[in-house]
């Protein structure tokens, strides 16, 4: 049996490397990591990307498939719910870093069943419908920018692109600040000004080409 992480970075500012270190600080003994990077889940469903394809050939019945969120799997809810009940399918177990959720095919009980499946749409369309929400709050951000000054850049964001989305799927998933803050690394001033704020907070951003 093995472990593996499976890492997907759609932006410059994202790293595989970040990915697996948040996972072994979480416990996980990583045997293998499979990557993509530059690829969105919004766009490109797991089996047509080119490493998301390996892992329908290299993972068996007792191995353990390892996502930082299932949002790295993908933002399609349709693919992702179909994505994870194949491998629970095949024996294989999904666990996510965030929140330690575990994802198999074990149990025959109905209720757990019921239960498990349940979850698992609710995630899937969570992460679609945070996926469309920050598009959107992009497109806010993007306009409310170019409607400034062009002279004014104002104050430089104390924040990245990888730590902003880290920012919106916590405060979706309902997340205190406290804990957002110390996953991110921000300040909890940082976190309030972006959930307050988050077109601005994507403003700041386009402004400084960031």
Do not use: C
């Amino acid at each position: 049996m093995q472990t593996v992480l499976y890492a997907r970075v759609s932006t410059a500012d994202q790293t595989i490397a970040h990915q697996r270190k948040q996972a072994e600080a979480s416990g996980f003994k990583i045997d293998a990591v499979v990557a993509d990077d530059g690829v969105s889940g919004v766009s490109t469903v797991l089996a047509d990307r080119a490493q998301g394809r390996r892992l329908f050939d290299m993972l068996r019945a007792g191995d353990v498939l390892v996502v930082r969120w299932v949002d790295r799997l993908g933002r399609n809810y349709a693919d992702v719910t179909e994505t994870i009940r194949e491998f629970m399918r095949r024996g294989v177990i999904i666990r996510t870093v965030i929140n330690g959720l575990t994802f198999d095919g074990a149990t025959t009980d109905p209720m757990q069943q019921a239960v498990r499946d349940a979850l698992i749409a609710f995630m899937a369309a969570t992460a679609q419908a945070q996926a469309e929400a920050t598009k959107e709050a992009q497109r806010a951000g993007i306009d409310h920018a170019k409607g400034r000054d062009d002279a004014y850049l104002g104050r430089k964001p104390s924040y990245t692109r990888a730590q902003l989305d880290d920012v919106i799927t916590g405060l979706d998933r309902g997340d205190a600040v406290a804990a957002i803050a110390k996953a991110t690394g921000l300040s909890r001033q940082t976190v309030y000004r972006v959930r307050d704020d988050r077109s601005e907070a994507e403003a700041a951003l386009a402004r400084w080409a960031a």
